[in-house]
């Protein structure tokens, strides 16, 4: 998962937008870069859907500025070079998946007929192709959705909440494609979910938004790089702490060794030198749902809690 | 990019086939049907009427058997009454399916960032044109087969005399029933815009309409008289009537008021033009992201 970074793909500076009293974005300044998966989180009410339906041109900023691939949002040029799904999308429930995507290759001002079987066998359509979508599921209505954002071969795709109502293989499914979609196809993917581990698997950078402003955006690597510490299943663990001294701790049978990467293979050495039998070693980070409540002060639910 | 919207709109109405039904070929079966039967029925009454000196002369002639039918005469008539209020309806139901239908499926999502709001909206406008249009060509079709029933059942020569004044008449009243049909579609676009809702995309026109056949009941004790500016204003259906006239020519176009066609030509453009720029103005503004 490396991302490369260039010109961004999507820059606001200073977005606002006001619904009455309500500030949704506050002056937002953000800037994706291009290449790679670039997921967006934050808690209900933070703006992320604001800010998607101000780059996909549904609803038009208060304040500030948006650009999507170097042009602004109202330049019909740009915006076509962006596939998109926000939220579950719905369909007219007279047409067929193929109808449908036929549909929308001709809006987008492209044959795309030849291209259909494709995109719905690469979302795992095929066999559903010609049945109306009135009778689908809603996790076959996302399934559509993500085909008819990727049909016209965009450079950069939104997606909001891609997994939404799939079954655990679906899931698994799309982010597989999604994956695909930036690391064989150099699609830059931008997503929202409030599935925090799957972001952490499928994204190389997020942003955190809260209350229409961003606190805190960066690769996910670096940020759960903070706090990193190696864990060691090893006995005798007293030993190990004694090695250690006050950068160890115990956890279960096993030690946290508060110690930098590069000191690692040294610790090991000296520790397999001292007839410690090392069971495991593995580093282990600060997840991106404790950054998430942390950076948004969230309340941690015992649904939450339970799910790490 | 506005031919790419056409052909999008024109797709996904070719694959609703509810609403094509009733939108385009509803109302022409039932006409053929209907006429079939009024036919069959007047035959069947034919001694009796025609011994009726009472009976209106229009219908005694239309049953006296024998001589000729002249289908020239007859499509021109049909054309300058295919502009009626069953007609306006169904067409409606088609226009307010494709002008509130992404409101509805909440599919402007889905389109918003495929083309410029302008060109979404008059690709429907197009398409919404092109459904009335193929309603009022299977009205002319209905026309000439209840005329070619009417020919078997009263013992009629059918006859095509195609002159050139009756090709004119006939494209005029026809381009001028498409501009009335159209004009109607505009106030349903313009509401299903505002609102969001198909209802009201059908309705309101309808309402609309029926206010101004009533006006001139209204303004009258006003003293105003129904050539009077606000008049022909109010009523774009007066106007219609009155280029009608003009079209038709001899004792109607003689007896127009002078300045009237001037007004009416005004009151049908308002009618078409502001209800379209409204919608236009409206959608371009709107938060496409409520449905």
Known sequence: MTAVIETPVIQVSGLTKTYGTVRALDGLDLAIPRGGVYGVLG???AGKSTLFRILLGLIR??????????????????????????????????????????WLALEHGIGGETDIPHWLQRVGL???????????????MQRLGVAAALMSRPDLVILDEPTSGMDPPGIQ?????????????GVTVVLASHQLLEVQRVCDRVAILNKGKLVREGAV???????????????????????LGAKGAAEGDAVLADIRREEGPALIRALAEAGVDIHEARWVGTDLEAIFFTETGSVQTPETIHAR | ????????????????????????????????????????????????????????????????SGGQLDLAQSLVQAAGNVANPIVLLFVLIGAATLYAGDYRWETWRLISARNSRLNLMLGK???????????MLFMLLAAVI???????????????????????????????????????????????????SLLAALFVPLVIGVAQFFSPQMLGPMGIMPDAWLAMLINPGAAVDAISAAIAGGERAAALPDGLLLKAWISLGLWTVLPLAGALAWFEKQDLSKE
Do not use: C
């Open chain 1, 126 to 140: 095929t066999e559903a192709a010609d049945r109306r979508v009135r009778g689908f599921s809603v996790g076959m």
């Open chain 2, 1 to 64: 990019m506005l031919v790419d919207a056409i052909r999008a709109e024109s797709f996904r109405l070719s694959k609703n086939r509810t609403a094509l039904f009733w939108s385009v070929l509803f109302v022409p079966i039932i006409t053929i049907a209907i006429g079939t039967i009024t036919q069959f029925v007047l035959k069947a009454n034919e001694a009796k009427l025609l011994a009726d000196a009472e009976a209106p002369l229009g219908l005694r002639e239309m049953m006296a």
């Open chain 1, 173 to 185: 499914e799309m982010r597989a494609l999604i994956r695909s979609l930036a690391d064989d196809d």
């Open chain 1, 221 to 243: 690597g670096e940020l759960t790089a903070v706090g990193e510490r190696l864990r060691l299943a090893v006995s005798p663990q007293a030993k190990v702490l004694e090695v």
């Open chain 2, 125 to 135: 406008l197009a398409t919404v044109a092109g459904i009335a249009l193929a309603a």
């Open chain 2, 146 to 196: 209840e005329n070619f029933i009417r020919a078997a059942i009263f013992d009629r020569a059918v006859v095509f005399n195609a002159t050139g004044e009756a090709f004119g008449q006939f494209a005029g009243q026809f381009g001028l029933s498409w501009l009335r049909i159209l004009q109607f579609t505009m106030m349903g676009m313009l509401a299903a815009t505002v609102t969001r």
């Open chain 1, 43 to 45: 808690p209900n009410g």
């Open chain 1, 61 to 102: 900023s208060t304040e500030g500025s948006a650009t999507v691939m170097g042009g602004a949002v109202s330049e019909v040029g740009h915006m076509r070079r962006m596939g998109s799904m926000i939220e579950t999308p719905r369909f007219p429930p007279y047409m067929t998946a193929r109808q449908v995507l036929r």
